[in-house]
């Protein structure tokens, strides 16, 4: 496959309409395999790959994204364009996606809370909700997975209980790592930045349990401003777009 060369002013999104019903994951590395430099990925990214971020969650129902990431990228609530806004009104969607962290404390920026109609989900474990009383905090709700560690398995399923099927993750590693170790990917947006960072060690994931690597089918490669833009979808699951 060729890929595409997007023009300035093009737009990524129409290659990435047809959002899957399960966990979609959003990723940027440098051409040397990093995924943030100076412990933040904003330094990889470009106005590109910023935009398709957003627009990427357009089509979410739920934004998934582990506390660290949280943390050193600053994120606040999730904002979308009027377009974006009556696309999910037409869809039937009529709410926008929250954002759902993954923290064993319960530590979120401040940045998160700035609108109170939106308010995060804490995804956490029953102990770490126990011992930092994560449960007194009426700006954001509690969804507990798991007794002493948070299960990412049973997490995904909680949020599917509630309405919320297309899941777009948006790390960071550990977060990744755990969700391909329970199987639970069904596609992953990666973004190459022509940019070399070196070695940029970011999240404490173990070494993968993985009897062998799964296979990834190549849906689209992009290319604009030298950032490439490909998505993988998993050939074993053909029915999870919709």
Do not use: W
Not at 108 to 132: G, K, N, V, Y
């Amino acid at each position: 496959m060729q890929p595409a060369t997007v023009p300035a002013g093009g737009r990524l999104r129409e290659f990435y309409r047809d959002a899957p019903l399960g966990v979609r994951a959003n990723m940027i590395f440098s051409a040397d395999g990093a995924a943030a430099f100076g412990g933040r990925a904003g330094p990889l990214s470009c106005p590109a790959d910023q935009q398709l971020l957003r627009e990427l969650r357009g089509y979410a129902d739920v934004v998934l994204v582990g506390a660290g990431t949280v943390r050193a990228e600053r994120y606040g609530p999730v904002r979308l364009s009027d377009e974006q806004l009556a696309e999910r009104h037409a869809a039937g969607r009529l709410t926008l996606p929250p954002l759902a962290v993954v923290s064993q404390t319960g530590r979120l920026p401040d940045s998160m809370f700035t609108d109170p109609i939106q308010r995060p989900i804490l995804i956490t474990s029953a102990r770490a909700a126990e011992q930092h009383g994560l449960t007194t905090d009426s700006r954001r709700s509690v969804l507990v997975a798991g007794e002493k560690t948070v299960e990412i398995a049973a997490a995904v399923d909680t949020l599917r209980s509630h309405g919320m099927h297309r899941i777009l993750c948006e790390g960071g590693p550990t977060l990744l790592h755990e969700i391909v170790e329970a199987d639970l990917l069904t596609e992953i947006c990666i973004t190459v930045a022509p940019r070399l960072a070196g070695s940029q060690p970011v999240g404490s994931a173990p070494a993968s349990a993985l009897a062998f690597p799964v296979p990834l089918t190549l849906a689209h490669a992009l290319v604009h401003d030298g950032y490439l833009f490909s998505r993988y979808v998993r050939a074993d699951r053909p029915d999870a777009t919709g």
